[in-house]
């Protein structure tokens, strides 16, 4: 299976995502997302849309935004398999018609979400435990799109996940991909977010939390991608 990863700053990268692909002989390909160089749909089978500090709506001060969401659009309408990762999920969101916007409060750490009955039934999320703790580091938020169903919400964010084109097209806020390094690079660049909230943790608690979680949310991570590779 041929995969392109779309990476839109150096911190936040494919993590146990590029593990998967490797352990799987899958051959991907990361796309410097500023850069402009988007492929076209017959040069992938499966699109994977990575987070980034930077807001869906930026097109003003990042223009190849622009260009961005016609390749993603490009993909789902030529029927690929297409993963959005937080402003990934929200930049596909955006590109489904959706609004996307500031969330009620920031959500960085460690915290549940809980999967509505719509994920049993689900291809891709069926085999997700009612709960379970996942990473989570956003301001931002997407409306539900037309045509999708809301998979999983937690307590400070309303669409955590949903699930499009019968399971072909996903979007997740939160992060299953993170590694111990991710981890170490989010909080050496982006630290100053970690203004004190009810949904904000701190770094200490940051780092423990992966150590605690990270394993079962990298097991769910290749249970999705396990799932949405039979669609490639």
Known sequence: ???????????????????????????????????????????FDFLVILGGPMGARDEAVHPWLAAEKRAIRAAVDAG????????????????LGAEVGRNPEPEIGWYPIELTPDAVPSPVFGAFPPEVVVGHWHGDTFALPAGATRIASSAACENQAFEYAGGRVIGVQFHLEWTAPDIEALLATCAADLVPGPHVATGE????????????????????LDAMAHFG
């Open 1 to 43: 299976m041929r995969i392109t990863v779309i990476q839109h700053a150096d911190f936040e990268g494919p993590g146990a995502i590029a593990d998967w692909a490797d352990a799987h002989g899958h051959e991907a390909r990361r796309v410097d997302a500023p850069s402009g160089a988007f492929p076209a749909p017959d040069e």
């Open 80 to 95: 690929k398999c297409v993963l959005g990762v937080c402003l990934g999920a929200q930049i596909l969101a955006a590109v």
């Open 205 to 224: 608690e940051f780092s423990v939390g992966e150590r605690v979680h990270g394993p079962e949310s990298r097991q769910l991570l290749y249970s999705l």
